[in-house]
């Protein structure tokens, strides 16, 4: 399979736990973005990857949240004494070059996190 | 600031219909424009883009073309299939760089036999 994985693809945490959530890019792809996506909406970004330089953690809605890419390839985001605004579904896109206006990001099929 | 605004759902129609999906968007300067399918089960896919305004952006007989002077990226397909029921997202990628994406809320699509 040469796309975009990520794991589990549920999780269900209660209010208090950490959680870790994993993505596997596309081998190569230099870029990698994570996406918050909440029930009825639009993905919203989280923070941007080139190899394993986080440059990028506007998005992150609070210091609760932290991602680490540490070889350039696998990332990692966990979320640290969950809440219930923290349910979403959270997706990772990985695209071939650094950020440019017009290269195609691809998807994972993203983790579905509930806590309860 | 970035933002997307579009149609909102849920749509219905019958096989073969006309499907138009309103896109129209905010953002300073020149953005690229998107739009992603998601299938039942299955993560966001890139349909069509334009780069640039009066682009036009077509794949699988569907097309959306970039309005400058109106902001708009409206999907369109003129004869629709029961495989073409998913959830769609207009989106846009600031110009700062970033090539972050700014999506609209999606628009489910159902096709009726």
């Known amino acids: 399979g040469a796309g975009v994985s990520q794991s589990p693809r549920y999780k269900v945490a209660k209010r208090g736990q950490d959680v870790a959530l994993r993505c596997d890019p596309i081998?190569?792809?230099?870029?990698l973005f994570w996406y918050q996506q909440a029930l009825g909406q639009g993905p919203e970004f989280l923070t941007y990857?080139?190899?394993?330089?986080?440059?990028?953690k506007s998005g992150l809605p609070s210091d609760r949240f932290f991602a680490e890419r540490p070889e350039g390839s696998v990332s990692t985001l966990k979320i640290q004494r969950t809440q219930q605004e923290d349910s979403a579904v959270y997706l990772c896109?990985?695209?071939?070059?650094?950020?440019?206006?017009?290269?195609?990001?691809?998807f994972g099929p993203g983790t579905r996190l509930t806590v309860l | 600031g970035n933002s997307v605004t579009q149609m909102e759902g849920p749509v219905t129609l019958s096989e073969e219909a006309f499907l138009t999906i309103n896109c129209t968007y905010t953002?300073?300067?020149?953005?690229?424009l998107f739009w992603y399918v998601q299938y039942p089960g299955e993560g966001l896919q890139l349909l069509l883009k334009?780069?640039?305004?009066?682009d036009k952006g077509s794949n699988k007989g569907f097309e959306a073309t970039y309005r400058k002077e109106t902001t708009s990226f409206h999907l369109e397909k003129g004869s629709v299939q029961v495989s073409d029921s998913a959830v769609y997202f207009c989106?846009?990628?600031?110009?700062?760089?970033?090539?972050?994406?700014?999506f609209g809320t999606g628009t489910r699509l159902t096709v009726i036999p």
């Open positions: 990857f080139q190899n394993e330089a986080q440059l990028d």
């Open positions: 896109a990985s695209s071939r070059h650094t950020r440019t206006r017009t290269d195609t990001q691809y």
């Open positions: 081998s190569g792809h230099v870029s």
């Open positions: 989106a846009l990628s600031d110009q700062t760089g970033a090539n972050n994406l700014f």
């Open positions: 953002a300073t300067g020149y953005p690229s």
């Open positions: 334009a780069t640039k305004a009066d």
